[in-house]
T-cell receptor
Framework: GIQVEQSPPDLILQEGANSTLRCNFSDSVNNLQWFHQNPWGQLINLFY???GTKQNGRLSATTVATERYSLLYISSSQTTDSGVYFC????????????FGPGTSLSVIP | DTGVSQNPRHKITKRGQNVTFRCDPI?????LYWYRQTLGQGPEFLTYFQNEAQLEKSRLLSDRFSAERPKGSFSTLEIQRTEQGDSAMYLC?????????????????FGPGTRLTVL
């Protein structure tokens, strides 16, 4: 089945620093989403980005579908950015319809 | 619209008992997904519905698990004869799949989850 990898697995940042999170996937996909899971477990939508580049405030994302990767940029990080960031890919008809990566755990310290 | 809701939020049960969870999707969403998440892992896909039809089931889904979505609205996930290994967070998501130009759009929105503990 399709493999989804995320790097780095863990990241500690000083408040105000910038970071780049990466998601690699091993096969073609129909779409890709980035989520932030807060400490209470809620998955919050960041980007729906099967291809191209999008920006939302301090966050931006780029997916290069032909090369099978996506990047999430966080600029001027804040303590509220702490949590786990997941990418998820959706395929066509398949028993593994949606695959989440293992996540990047981000801690932003004051 | 208040988003995807799930009930109960927490469930503690004894091994061997049956449990049922409910998910109410965002209204008008035609797709509904169920996932399971254990500590330190990403969510794992279990099954999904297009309206009332269950279209895919993961190989992870044992025969003790069954899901329904009557009338294409809310959905229930039942686990029969629970085992300690079933302890996890069960997440529901919904989406509205539509064609936008030449692109199929299908953004999922998640509920808060139901945390199951099997003693």
């Amino acid at each position: 089945g399709i493999q989804v990898e995320q790097s780095p697995p863990d990241l500690i940042l000083q408040e105000g620093a910038n970071s780049t999170l990466r998601c690699n996937f091993s096969d073609s996909v129909n779409n890709l989403q980035w989520f932030h899971q807060n400490p209470w477990g809620q998955l919050i939508n960041l980007f729906y980005i099967p291809s191209g580049t999008k920006q939302n405030g301090r966050l931006s994302a780029t997916t290069v579908a032909t090369e099978r990767y996506s990047l999430l940029y966080i600029s001027s990080s804040q303590t509220t950015d702490s949590g786990v960031y997941f990418c998820a890919v959706e395929r066509g008809t398949s028993y593994d319809k949606v695959i989440f990566g293992p996540g990047t755990s981000l801690s932003v310290i004051p | 619209d208040t988003g995807v809701s799930q009930n109960p939020r927490h469930k503690i049960t004894k091994r061997g008992q049956n449990v049922t969870f409910r998910c109410d999707p965002i209204s008008e969403h035609n797709r509904l997904y169920w996932y399971r998440q254990t500590l330190g892992q990403g969510p794992e896909f279990l099954t999904y519905f297009q309206n009332e039809a269950q279209l895919e089931k993961s190989r992870l889904l044992s025969d003790r698990f069954s899901a329904e979505r009557p009338k294409g609205s809310f959905s229930t996930l039942e686990i029969q004869r629970t085992e300690q290994g079933d302890s996890a967070m069960y997440l529901c998501a919904s989406s509205f799949e539509e064609l936008r130009g030449y692109t199929l759009y299908n953004e999922q929105f998640f509920g808060p989850g139901t945390r199951l503990t099997v003693l």
